[in-house]
C-alpha cells in the first residue's frame, strides 16, 4: 500500500488538512546587515588548546534568512553559544544592528532584540516542571511590568498567556499546565510564542524543528518566514539539509570550526552542499547532478 | 469531554500525590507496632500513651508546639535549599552557629531596652548562621565543591566551636553559657493564653508559623524564587534565560542558613535562655525529615514539623507510662522517612502494581 501514497499525502491525512512540507516563499527584500561576526574565535570550553570557532565571519542582511549546514559537532554549537552569550569568544567580535555584542550576558540578549531558540528545548529552552505560563515569561520574569519590585506580577503573567497561547497555538488544557506534559511541538511552540514576543530585530533558531509534528514544522516555518519578509534577519543552524535548503537564503557551510563556503541557495544543491559539509572546497558538481 | 476526564484523572494523580506522605506516616505507625509485638509490649497501650504525651492536655500540646519550632525552621532551611537543587546537610551546624551568637549577643551587648536588643539578637544570630552557610554556597558556586561534603564537615566545625566557645563562656559549673539578658527573651506563649501556662512553647513557635507563609511567598510569588526554583529543576534552562546560576546557589544557601540559624536563636532565647551544651543535637537531620515529609512545602512544613514533633515530645510519657523505650520513636521516624523518600513502596503496597508517573 505504500507505494500508493506519498509524504505529502500522509501529511495530510496526518494534520487533517493540506500541508506546505516545501515552503513557498518570496524572494528576499534585503536591507543593512543585522548580524555582523568579525574574526571570531572560540576555544573549547574543556581543552584550551583547541580552536572550535576558528576566524568566522558572516553577515545577516534584514529580510533574510542565512542557513548553517554542516555535520553536527563543527563548531555550529559553539557559534550559537557564543553568540548567546553562553560562552566566551577568545578574539573577534559580533554586531548586532550596528552595536557591539560580543561576550554579552544571556540576561541581556532579548533586551539587544535578540530572540533564540536553543538546539536543546527540555534541557536549555523550557522549564519541564514550570507552567506553561510560567515557562512565557522566562528571561524577561524579572522585568516590569511581569515584577515590580522584585514581586512577579501574577496577574500579568496569566494575561501574557492568555495571549499568547492562542497567538502560537499551543494546544493545552490550561496555562498552568507543566511545560513537560505538551507534546514536543507544542513545547516548541512556547519557546516560540516567548521568544517572538519582543518582537525581535535578529532570531538565532537552532534545530528549530527536530521532533516536532508535521504540523507544528509547517506552523514554524511560516512563523519564521514570517519574519523574515518583515525585514528581520534569521540565523538558521539545522542539520537538516531539507529544511536549510527550503527556508535559507543563503547557505554558509561549516566544517571543523571554519566556514568553508557561502553560497546561494538558488546555485547549489544537496549534493553538492553535502560535498562541502564534509570537507571539500569547491566540489565540482553539476547543478542536478 | 475527554477533557474532562483528563482534568479527572490529573486531580486523582495529584490527591494520590498529596495522600503519598501520611501514607508513609500510617505505615512507619504499623511496622511500629510489628516491632513492639516483637519487644513483647503492647503496641495501642504505647500509642495511647503517646498520643496522650503529646496532645493529652493543652500544657502538654504547648511543649509539642515548642518541640516542633526547631525543626519547622531547620524544615524550611533544608526545603528552600532543596528548591534551589542544593542538599544542605549543613542545616545542624548552621543552627548551632545561630545559637552560639545570639547567646552571646543576648548576654554581653548590655544596656538596650527590648526592643532594640531583642531585634538584634535575634538577626545577628541569623546573619551568623547566613555566613556560615555562605562558605559551602560560594565553594559550590565558584568552584564545584559539593555541597553534601563541605555541610557535612562544616557541622563538626561547628560542633566543635560550640564546645570550646561554652567552655571559655561558662560562670558555671553547668556546661552552659551565661543567661541571657530579660532584654533578649522570647515570651511564653502562656503570658498572652492563660491555657498555655504551664507549657515552654514561646513566641517563637509563632514566629516559626510567619516564616513558613514568608517562605512560601519569597518562593512562588518572587522574582528571587522563580529564579531559584528555576534553577533548581533545570539549570541549563535558568542560564539560557539570563538567571545567573552561582548568584542563586549563594542566595539560596544564605537563606537556608538564616533560616537554620532562627531554630537556634529559638531554642536560646525562647527555651533555654542560654546555650547548654547538646540543645538541639540532631534537630538538623529532623528538618531534612521534616523537609522531605512536606514534599519542600513551606505550609506543609507546619504540619510536618508538628507531627514529627510531637513523636518526639510524646516520646518520654510514653517510656515512663506504657514502659516503651524512647528510642521506638527514632524507628518509628526512620521509618517515615524511609518510606518518603522510597515512595514507590507506598504506591505499590497502597495502590498496587500498575505503574504511573506521577510528577
Not at chain 2, 314 to 341: E, H, R, S
Request: charged share 20%.
Amino acid at each position: 500500500m505504500t507505494s500508493e501514497t506519498n509524504e505529502k499525502e500522509l501529511a495530510k491525512m496526518m494534520v487533517g488538512r493540506e500541508v506546505i512540507l516545501y515552503v513557498e516563499k518570496q524572494p528576499p527584500k534585503l536591507g543593512k546587515d543585522v548580524l555582523l561576526i568579525k574574526d571570531l574565535y572560540c576555544k573549547s570550553k574543556t581543552e584550551h588548546n583547541i580552536l572550535k570557532l576558528k576566524k568566522i565571519n558572516l553577515t545577516v542582511k534584514k529580510g533574510e534568512i542565512l542557513g548553517i549546514a554542516g555535520v553536527a559537532g563543527n563548531g555550529q554549537n559553539e557559534l550559537l553559544e557564543v553568540l548567546t552569550g553562553l560562552q566566551k569568544a577568545s578574539s573577534g567580535n559580533i554586531f548586532v544592528n550596528g552595536k557591539d555584542i560580543t561576550n554579552i550576558s544571556p540576561k541581556d540578549i532579548k533586551f539587544n532584540k535578540i530572540a533564540h531558540i536553543p538546539e536543546d528545548r527540555q534541557k536549555r529552552g523550557l522549564v519541564l516542571n514550570y507552567s506553561i505560563a510560567e515557562n512565557l515569561i522566562m528571561g524577561y520574569h524579572f522585568k516590569k511590568p511581569f515584577a515590580k519590585n522584585g514581586i512577579i506580577q501574577e496577574d500579568i503573567v496569566n494575561k501574557h498567556a492568555d495571549d499568547l497561547i492562542p497567538k502560537f497555538d499551543i494546544r493545552t488544557p490550561s496555562k498552568d499546565t507543566k511545560a513537560r506534559s505538551l507534546s514536543g511541538g507544542n513545547q516548541q511552540k512556547i519557546i516560540i510564542a516567548r521568544e517572538f514576543f519582543l518582537d525581535p530585530e535578529l532570531l538565532i533558531a537552532s534545530q528549530p524543528t527536530r521532533g516536532v509534528d508535521v504540523g507544528a514544522i509547517e506552523f514554524i516555518h511560516r512563523r519564521i518566514l514570517e519574519l523574515r519578509d518583515k525585514g528581520r534577519g534569521v540565523l538558521l543552524i539545522s542539520a537538516e539539509l531539507q529544511e536549510i535548503m527550503s527556508l535559507s537564503d543563503r547557505i554558509a557551510v561549516m566544517y571543523e570550526g571554519e566556514i568553508v563556503a557561502i553560497v546561494d541557495v538558488k546555485d547549489t544543491t544537496e549534493n553538492q552542499l553535502g560535498l562541502m559539509m564534509a570537507g571539500i572546497k569547491n566540489p565540482k558538481v553539476k547543478r542536478g547532478g | 469531554m475527554n477533557k474532562k476526564n483528563n482534568q479527572k484523572r490529573l486531580l486523582m494523580q495529584n490527591l494520590k500525590k498529596q495522600l503519598i506522605p501520611v501514607l508513609a506516616v500510617l505505615l512507619a505507625l504499623l511496622i511500629g507496632m510489628i516491632i513492639l509485638l516483637i519487644a513483647k509490649r503492647n503496641p495501642i497501650e504505647a500509642y495511647i500513651a503517646l498520643f496522650k504525651g503529646s496532645f493529652g492536655d493543652l500544657s502538654r500540646f504547648g511543649d509539642t508546639l515548642q518541640r516542633s519550632t526547631p525543626i519547622i525552621f531547620t524544615g524550611l532551611a533544608v526545603a528552600f535549599a532543596f528548591r534551589c537543587g542544593l542538599f544542605n546537610i549543613g542545616v545542624e551546624g548552621q543552627l548551632l552557629i545561630g545559637a552560639l551568637v545570639s547567646a552571646y549577643v543576648g548576654y554581653y551587648v548590655k544596656g538596650l531596652p527590648m526592643i532594640v536588643h531583642l531585634p538584634l539578637t535575634i538577626i545577628s544570630g541569623m546573619i551568623a548562621a547566613g555566613i556560615w552557610a555562605a562558605i559551602p554556597a560560594i565553594l559550590k558556586a565558584y568552584r564545584g565543591v559539593h555541597e553534601v561534603i563541605t555541610t557535612i564537615m562544616l557541622n563538626y566545625i561547628a560542633i566543635s566551636l560550640l564546645a570550646y566557645s561554652i567552655e571559655t563562656l561558662r560562670n558555671s559549673p553547668i556546661p552552659k553559657t551565661p543567661d541571657i539578658l530579660d532584654s533578649a527573651k522570647l515570651a511564653k506563649l502562656g503570658e498572652f493564653l492563660p491555657f498555655f501556662k504551664d507549657s515552654s512553647v514561646n513566641i517563637g513557635f509563632v514566629l516559626a508559623i510567619v516564616t513558613c507563609f514568608l517562605v512560601y511567598f519569597i518562593l512562588w510569588k518572587t522574582v528571587l524564587g522563580y529564579e531559584v526554583r528555576a534553577v533548581g529543576y533545570s539549570p541549563l534552562a535558568a542560564e539560557d534565560g539570563g538567571i545567573k546560576i552561582s548568584k542563586n546557589i549563594i542566595y539560596a544557601m544564605i537563606i537556608s542558613g538564616m533560616l537554620a540559624g532562627l531554630g537556634g536563636v529559638e531554642g536560646v532565647l525562647g527555651l533555654k535562655h542560654s546555650l547548654v551544651s547538646g540543645l538541639y543535637d540532631g534537630y538538623g537531620f529532623e528538618g531534612i525529615a521534616v523537609a522531605l515529609l512536606a514534599n519542600n512545602n513551606p505550609i506543609g512544613i507546619i504540619i510536618s514539623g508538628i507531627l514529627l514533633g510531637s513523636l518526639s515530645s510524646g516520646g518520654l510519657y510514653m517510656d515512663m507510662a506504657a514502659n516503651v523505650p524512647q528510642d521506638i520513636i527514632k524507628i518509628i521516624q526512620a521509618l517515615i522517612i524511609f518510606f518518603v523518600v522510597a515512595n514507590q513502596i507506598v504506591r505499590f503496597i497502597v495502590y498496587g502494581k500498575k505503574k504511573e508517573v506521577l510528577l
